[in-house]
């Protein structure tokens, strides 16, 4: 069973940045491919970006493409997203998602989700 345990939450006004964690235990973190979703208050949960096992291969949605940022350390079971110029829309809470291939990533099949963390972003 593979833990989810995602860190790097808060608020910070619009135009800045965070950086999100997830440590992952339990499991071959580097068979793994990972993602990371949000959901705002009454909406559905969304993807946002998407990252295989090697890293060789990243996905994003158009609303952060060029501003977040996806990447992992298999050494040390960890995946990121770096978010930059981030916006009021950007608010919801985030959470890490782990499949056994990119392709359900993608397509939301998910094996195993975080806990979630919340990203406040108001001036």
């Not at 069973?1 to 964690?21: A, M």
């Not at 996806?70 to 997203?81: G, P, Q």
């Not at 990119?102 to 397509?107: G, I």
Request: proline residues 2%; contains cysteine; glycine residues 12%.
């Amino acid at each position: 069973q593979v833990q989810l345990i995602e860190s790097g939450g808060g608020s910070v006004q619009p135009g800045g940045s965070l950086r999100l964690s997830c440590a992952a235990s339990g499991g071959t973190f580097s068979r793994l491919a990972m993602g990371w979703f949000r959901q705002a208050p009454g909406k559905e949960r969304e993807f946002v970006a998407g990252i295989s096992w090697s890293g060789s291969s990243t996905y994003y949605e158009d609303y952060v493409k060029g501003r977040f940022t996806i990447s992992r350390d298999n050494a040390k079971n960890t995946v990121y997203l770096q978010m930059n110029s981030l916006k009021p829309e950007d608010t919801a809470v985030y959470y890490c998602a782990a499949a056994s291939s990119y392709r359900d990533v993608q397509l939301g099949i998910i094996d195993y989700w975080g806990q979630g963390t919340q990203v406040t972003v108001s001036s």
